[in-house]
Each structure stands twice: as C-alpha cells, then as structure tokens.
C-alpha cells in the first residue's frame, strides 16, 4: 500500500519543481491574470514582468524589456491553468524580486515601470 504511495507523491512532487506562475496586472489595454504553467525551474515561483525588468540599467527603455518579459513567459511553458488577476501573487513576486538588490535603485526602477501601468 505503501508503494502505491510513493509513486503518485513523486509525480507530484517534480510537478510542483516545474510549476511556476506567471502574473499580469489588468490595464486598459489588456486582461490581467496569474497563469500556472509548467516549465524548467529558472525562474522564482512567482513572476511577473516587473520582477524580469528590475536589473535592467536605469537607462534602458522598460516598455521592451516587459513586453519580452511576457513573451517569454507565455511561450517558455505549457500553461496548466489561467486564473484571475491575484494581487497577492504579484505582490509575493515584487518581494521575491527586491531580495539581495539595491532598495533605492529598484523603488526607482518600479516607479519608471509603474508609469507604464505595470
């Protein structure tokens, strides 16, 4: 009985190694939604644009780097499920994204990529 077990729980368990999410906010010019994918774990579990586009250099255009950013999020996995707008989940991805960096440096960053409505 137990072996039954274990086989399913290791299936689950390298699942959940490869699902990653994927969070878009709502603007006027486009749905929001959090998708749960699966792809290589090389991103944290919670992304978002801004969190790909924070260690750009300041004087870098930040509408390219977030419209690649989503590109690459939606084409890198297969999407699992498409779910509603989750502010948590994009605010677990902003502070997952600012640990180990430059506060000041970042603040400034979001507040150039929040003029965009990201």
């Known amino acids: ?10 299936v689950l368990l390298a699942c959940a190694l490869f699902l990653r999410s994927y969070t878009l906010p709502p603007a006027p010019d486009r749905r929001g939604g959090t998708t749960l994918l699966l792809t290589w774990p090389n991103h944290p579990a919670f992304g978002s644009p801004r969190a790909d586009c924070l260690g750009t250099p300041a004087d870098e255009p930040v509408m390219a780097c977030l419209i690649a950013s989503v590109g690459h999020g939606h084409s890198d996995g297969i999407p699992v499920v498409q779910l509603p707008f989750c502010a948590t989940c994009y605010a677990l991805s902003e502070r997952i994204a600012l640990i180990g960096r430059d506060d000041a440096a970042t603040r400034a960053r979001l507040a150039q990529i929040a003029r965009f409505g990201w």
């Open 1 to 10: 009985m137990r072996t039954a077990l274990i086989l399913p729980g290791l």
